[in-house]
């Protein structure tokens, strides 16, 4: 194992081979197998005052799959600008617009270009192109994908003045998962087919033309409580602009229409299938419909695409759930939207405001409600569930009893806490004349500050 410090240039050769160099094309990216000798120098230009807001361009990085590392190749016509001497305190930058994360950190190491021949890399790949690198914080979140990737890497291509009419570089996303099921979200964002760390040819050294490292904060809204309480990033920069500059060029990129048709008037349920279930979802939505004149449509990951998600809450009038990741669809909702949120027994809505930070940003005239249930009798525990999906078996009695017993889930850091698991995943039998009322006094309110008539919200109220 080396150090930095002592480099890489003292390793021996572990494999002979005669290099040959050859070309083909794989989505309009040029590759060039080459040998070490013919090697370009790294450079390297960066501008911000830490690992939090700092931003590099490399020209050359180099990724080694033998090591698991980046290179920093040194020659004679290598230039670095605004590195850092203490480039590891904590790393040189964030790979994930979560601010200062341990697991998120860009380093490389240094290597002198000349001593490439004694590394042990069966292939040595040239990528032409620019590529934008990055950590997807967590993928299967839809939630996460959206305020942690998707908007951060859409400000940061236009930081870069890599966008025009769309992006100009292509995704390297390299926290080393799979697709996943979004993975056609961030196609959207990238020039060619994003390239994932696990694309990468084992026993080879890939360079690239052009590379941008670090994302932009400028988006992102909301903390997730890994050093205190969850709660929204104080004097946040995302203004109303920002969030329908982004949504009107998604929805033209999923050919979804971007103005509502005449006289629309649904509402749409966000459902459940296998945990935190509304579990009178239909007599809900029944009379939802009935109260206030409008189609309710329900509808699921489960059963529906994003797109399809997106395509039904851009004209939607309300937009009705229990707390959870699709919430962060609301950014697609028509102005003068109803967003209400439902929470288990025990969980006060005032410690978990993701969506209601979002609704309140100025000039996005959403109107944000929650309902809490108070009654005990109305919830549905799974003490014998998965501890990840709430379950408290695996905890002592004592502890057990603490949980159960409690009627408030106490401040608490990401991400087990197993109280908050507890009752997050409870199943809820709402109150809906409580809830009707809710609506209807935000529908009240929301017509009184909209040119929008109140007889158009309310009729049959």
């Known amino acids: ?8 240039g003292g390793l021996c050769l572990a494999v002979v081979f005669v290099p040959t160099i050859w070309f083909l094309t794989n989505q309009g990216i040029s590759h060039v197998d080459t040998s070490p000798q013919s090697h370009n120098a ?19 990085l180099c990724f080694s799959s033998v090591y698991d590392t980046f290179l920093f190749l040194h020659g004679e016509e290598s230039i670095l600008d605004g590195i850092p001497d203490q480039r590891f305190n904590p790393a040189l930058v964030d ?35 620019k590529f934008l690198l990055f950590n997807r914080f967590n993928p299967d979140n839809i939630m996460h994908v959206f305020h942690d990737d998707l908007l951060p890497i859409f400000f940061t291509l236009h930081h870069h003045g890599q966008f025009k009419d769309g992006p100009n570089l292509t995704l390297l996303p390299f926290e080393g998962w799979i ?9 959207v964002l990238s020039k060619d087919e994003p390239i994932l760390k696990l694309d990468l040819k084992e026993d080879t050294l890939t360079c690239f033309d052009e590379i941008y490292v670090g994302l932009s904060g400028l988006s992102t809204w909301y903390q997730y409580g890994f050093n205190i309480p969850q709660g929204p990033i104080p004097d946040h920069s995302l203004t109303s602009f920002h969030v329908k500059y982004f949504r009107e060029f998604f929805q033209r990129k999923l050919n979804l229409r971007t103005t509502c048709p005449p006289n629309a008037k649904h509402g749409v349920l966000l459902s459940r299938e296998e945990n935190r279930l509304i579990v009178n979802e239909g007599e809900l939505a029944l009379k939802i419909s009935y109260a206030f004149n409008m189609t309710m449509l329900t509808v699921s990951l489960e059963t529906h695409s ?97 949980i159960i017993l409690s009627v408030e889930v106490p401040p608490h850091l990401c991400c087990k806490d197993p109280e908050w698991l507890f009752r997050i995943y409870q199943d809820t039998v709402v109150n809906v004349t409580e809830i009707i009322k809710v609506v209807t006094e935000a529908m009240t309110s929301s017509s009184q500050d909209s040119s929008v008539g109140k007889a158009s919200w309310i009729d049959g109220v």
């Open 306 to 402: 994003i797109s399809q998600l997106i395509q039904e809450i851009s004209c939607a009038k309300i937009l009705v759930g229990v707390h959870g990741s699709l919430f962060i669809l609301s950014l697609f909702l028509p102005p003068s939207s109803i967003v209400l949120e439902i929470f288990p027994f025990a969980v006060n809505p005032d410690r978990y405001t993701p969506y209601k930070t979002l609704a309140s940003i100025p000039g996005l005239d959403l109107h944000y409600v929650s309902w809490r249930n108070m009654e005990e009798r109305n919830s549905i525990t799974h003490p014998d569930a998965a501890p990840q999906y709430g379950g408290i078996r695996h905890l002592k009695e004592e502890e057990q009893r603490r």
């Open 1 to 8: 194992m080396w150090i930095y410090g002592a480099g890489l």
């Open 179 to 187: 697709h996943g099921e979004f993975f056609d979200l961030y196609q």
């Open 95 to 129: 790979l994930s617009s979560v601010a200062d994360h341990n697991t998120q950190y860009f380093h490389y190491v240094d290597a002198a270009v000349e001593n490439l021949r004694e590394l042990p890399h069966r292939h040595h790949i040239f990528k032409m192109g």
């Open 42 to 60: 790294t450079s390297a230009w960066c501008s911000g005052k830490s690992n939090v807001d700092r931003v590099c361009r490399f020209k050359n």
